[in-house]
């Protein structure tokens, strides 16, 4: 792992290795602090024996990938077989800096840590302009533990007729298997999966849907909805009371990669 990191640019602690790698050591110019909005968080660093700048950047696959260059269907094809697999994932990058452009950077970093307003705003609207043209380093997965007796309670209070409602920025693919890892899905229930904007026949997949969960009993019906198709279903008043009717006829509801915005409108 340690020669790895090295190869990709990264300093890492301890001793020479065999091989003749050594550590690299580098300066940390900047922080761009990672929140929920941002799903991401970075770092301008200056390699010490090079003067080398960089910056390194690791996120959530989503908001990396549409600010990477190139295409990455190995990368995203392994980040699938990971979500199914349960794991949370992390996308890592990188971007070598110019002096012009380290120097703006600077310059913008300092006026928004100065800020007496808005001075979060400020920080996250520097830290967009410069966390562009990455180049895709790699991803890492790891797993999540559950807690002793999860799965047990959960199913208590759904046998109670309490309704569940998850939200989470998790992708589809990973709430789908820690649904049914938590017992918050069964194997026994009719699950929707809502991810189609309505302009595309979201609105004839959702009657579809709503038409199969009817027909079975309340404890069997679930339905899972992504951040992108809320995008749209939240936009008119009209969608959006129809998912929540539906939502309201379900057992559970996951909404997934959502939003902390769409998280408060959804409560």
């Known amino acids: 792992a340690g020669g790895g990191a090295r190869d990709a640019g990264c300093g890492c602690?301890?001793?020479?290795?065999?091989?003749?790698n050594k550590d690299v050591d580098y300066k940390v110019l900047a922080t761009n602090a990672f929140n929920s909005t941002r799903k991401r968080m970075s770092v301008v660093v200056e390699q010490q024996s090079t003067k080398k700048i960089m910056l390194l950047v690791k996120g959530a696959d989503n908001v990396m990938l549409e600010r990477a260059t190139g295409t990455h269907k190995e990368l995203e094809a392994h980040l699938k077989e990971f979500s199914v697999q349960g794991?949370?994932?992390?996308?890592?990058?990188?971007?070598?800096?110019?002096?012009?452009?380290?120097?703006?950077?600077?310059?913008q970093y300092d006026d928004a840590q100065r800020a007496t307003s808005d001075r979060e705003k400020k920080l996250m609207d520097v830290a967009e302009e410069l966390e562009k043209d990455l180049t895709i380093l790699g991803a890492t997965a790891i797993e999540d533990k559950l807690?002793?007796?999860?799965?047990?309670?959960?199913?208590?209070?759904?046998?109670?007729?309490?309704?569940?409602?998850?939200?989470?920025?998790?992708k589809l693919e990973t709430a789908r298997n820690i649904g049914f890892s938590t017992k918050v899905l069964t194997t026994a229930m009719e699950i929707a999966i809502v991810d189609v904007d309505p302009s595309e026949g979201g609105s004839m997949e959702l009657a579809a849907w709503e038409e199969k969960l009817?027909?079975?009993?309340?404890?069997?019906?679930?339905?899972?909805?992504?951040?992108?198709?809320?995008?749209?279903?939240?936009?008119?008043?009209?969608?959006k009371k129809r998912i929540l009717s539906i939502a309201d006829k379900c057992a559970v509801l996951i909404?997934?990669?959502?939003?902390?915005?769409?998280?408060?409108?959804?409560?």
């Open 13 to 20: 602690a301890g001793p020479p290795e065999p091989n003749g």
């Open 87 to 107: 794991l949370r994932t992390l996308v890592i990058g990188s971007r070598v800096l110019e002096p012009s452009v380290l120097a703006k950077f600077q310059q």
């Open 255 to 267: 909404a997934c990669r959502v939003s902390p915005k769409q998280k408060a409108e959804m409560v």
């Open 214 to 239: 009817t027909a079975r009993p309340l404890e069997e019906r679930a339905m899972m909805v992504t951040g992108q198709a809320l995008q749209s279903l939240l936009k008119t008043e009209a969608e």
């Open 147 to 170: 807690q002793d007796d999860v799965g047990r309670t959960i199913e208590m209070v759904r046998e109670a007729g309490i309704k569940l409602w998850v939200l989470t920025g998790d």
